[in-house]
């Protein structure tokens, strides 16, 4: 699991002069900018490059390090990683002060970085690297598990600097009790088992549930039974019907779920992670309706009639399908209702029941 918290994305504009106002104005949550910062005085925009002025400062030799530590700055180390020498000359860099560390690796980049992240994670020296697309900047954050610590987006694209935002994204869902006030065996039918890429812990899972405004937090299977092993990628979500939201604020049906098809992990405190799915599995099984309410709200999540498949009680406690009885409470999600267009939340009337 890569904690996203604290990471940062710095973007190197590479928008011509004409367009590069265009270009800012359309940045949103980027607060720290690779430029001359003359180019962007009078706006709000923290700067981290070359010249003496910036907020930040990029040194490439050990005595300019030495002169933006007289002068005051906050200064960092830039260094582009050919051999084993660099990745020592990093670490030196780091116990001369530097702040921060800019690794610049055109070939090879995983390796280097792993070696350089292994060597500077229990230092106070962030490690930078640099990228030319959201998909690298996503390979960044998470190399060796912890990730560097900010990823430099050379971009003109607006798109692709939103695209490299969600790599830092994450919700906190406001996880409440849920009453159960009806458990109702309903047959066959399919449901959807869901196998991330991630590894899942205790209290961990997914939110599922008929209404994209009312779901229930279903247990990843990191939990065996007499007859199953653990398998902590995996959450048995629902039928195939079901809601789950994405990572991209909309909700997905359980169906539409496929290998490469980026979901939430939340976790029963309601801070959530994101997590690729691998693959979807749809097969028949016996399923198991549970209604249940959350302050006023009333919704219902279908789910296979097993054992292995459960919800998180108030204490942490895992309560299985099987057991699931009125009256009983677990977690869950719920706000107002509002309407959903292709998965998109759209202000309209709507009544789901």
Same mark, same amino acid.
């Given at each position: 699991?890569?904690?996203?918290?604290?990471?940062?994305?710095?973007?190197?504009?590479?928008?011509?002069?004409?367009?590069?106002?265009?270009?800012?104005?359309?940045?949103?949550?980027?607060?720290?900018?690779?430029?001359?910062?003359?180019?962007?005085?009078?706006?709000?925009?923290?700067?981290?490059?070359?010249?003496?002025?910036?907020?930040?400062?990029?040194?490439?030799?050990?005595?300019?390090?030495?002169?933006?530590?007289?002068?005051?700055?906050?200064?960092?180390?830039?260094?582009?990683?050919?051999?084993?020498?660099?990745?020592?000359?990093?670490?030196?860099?780091?116990?001369?002060?530097?702040?921060?560390?800019?690794?610049?690796?055109?070939?090879?980049?995983?390796?280097?970085?792993?070696?350089?992240?292994?060597?500077?994670?229990?230092?106070?020296?962030?490690?930078?690297?640099?990228?030319?697309?959201?998909?690298?900047?996503?390979?960044?954050?998470?190399?060796?598990?912890?990730?560097?610590?900010?990823?430099?987006?050379?971009?003109?694209?607006?798109?692709?600097?939103?695209?490299?935002?969600?790599?830092?994204?994450?919700?906190?869902?406001?996880?409440?009790?849920?009453?159960?006030?009806?458990?109702?065996?309903?047959?066959?039918?399919?449901?959807?088992?869901?196998?991330?890429?991630?590894?899942?812990?205790?209290?961990?899972?997914?939110?599922?549930?008929?209404?994209?405004?009312?779901?229930?937090?279903?247990?990843?299977?990191?939990?065996?039974?007499?007859?199953?092993?653990?398998?902590?990628?995996?959450?048995?979500?629902?039928?195939?019907?079901?809601?789950? =939201?994405? @990572? !991209? #604020?909309?909700?997905?049906?359980?169906? %539409?779920?496929?290998? +490469?098809?980026? &979901?939430?992990?939340?976790? *029963?405190?309601?801070?959530?992670?994101?997590?690729?799915?691998?693959?979807?599995?749809?097969?028949?099984?016996?399923?198991?309706?549970?209604?249940?309410?959350?302050?006023?709200?009333?919704?219902?999540?279908?789910?296979?009639?097993?054992?292995?498949?459960?919800? =998180?009680? @108030? !204490? #942490?406690?895992?309560?299985?399908?099987? %057991?699931?009885?009125? +009256?009983?409470? &677990?977690?869950?999600?719920? *706000?107002?209702?509002?309407?959903?267009?292709?998965?998109?939340?759209?202000?309209?009337?709507?009544?789901?029941?």
């Amino acid at each position: 699991m890569v904690d996203q918290k604290n990471k940062e994305l710095i973007v190197r504009p590479t928008a011509q002069k004409a367009a590069l106002d265009r270009f800012l104005s359309k940045l949103k949550g980027v607060t720290v900018l690779n430029i001359d910062p003359k180019l962007v005085a009078g706006k709000k925009f923290q700067t981290i490059h070359e010249s003496p002025d910036a907020d930040m400062v990029v040194c490439k030799t050990f005595d300019q390090m030495k002169q933006a530590g007289s002068a005051g700055k906050v200064f960092g180390y830039y260094k582009k990683v050919l051999s084993n020498a660099d990745v020592d000359e990093i670490k030196k860099a780091s116990e001369a002060g530097a702040s921060f560390v800019i690794v610049d690796a055109d070939d090879w980049k995983i390796i280097p970085l792993e070696n350089i992240i292994a060597k500077l994670h229990r230092s106070k020296t962030r490690v930078y690297t640099t990228a030319s697309s959201s998909k690298e900047v996503a390979t960044m954050f998470s190399v060796l598990e912890l990730g560097v610590d900010g990823v430099i987006l050379s971009t003109a694209s607006e798109d692709e600097v939103e695209k490299a935002s969600q790599q830092l994204s994450s919700t906190r869902f406001p996880i409440k009790v849920a009453r159960v006030v009806e458990v109702k065996d309903v047959g066959t039918g399919e449901r959807v088992c869901v196998d991330t890429a991630s590894m899942m812990g205790m209290g961990e899972g997914m939110l599922v549930g008929s209404r994209s405004n009312f779901m229930l937090l279903v247990h990843n299977e990191s939990v065996g039974s007499s007859f199953t092993s653990p398998r902590p990628f995996r959450v048995n979500a629902g039928a195939v019907y079901c809601y789950t =939201i994405t @990572p !991209d #604020g909309n909700t997905r049906y359980l169906s %539409e779920l496929e290998s +490469g098809t980026d &979901v939430w992990i939340v976790n *029963k405190d309601g801070m959530s992670r994101k997590a690729t799915v691998g693959r979807s599995k749809i097969e028949t099984r016996p399923l198991r309706l549970i209604r249940a309410e959350i302050e006023g709200e009333s919704g219902t999540v279908i789910l296979q009639n097993a054992e292995t498949i459960r919800l =998180i009680k @108030p !204490d #942490g406690k895992l309560l299985s399908v099987t %057991e699931v009885k009125v +009256g009983d409470e &677990v977690l869950g999600f719920a *706000k107002p209702a509002s309407g959903r267009h292709f998965g998109m939340e759209v202000d309209e009337y709507i009544v789901e029941k």
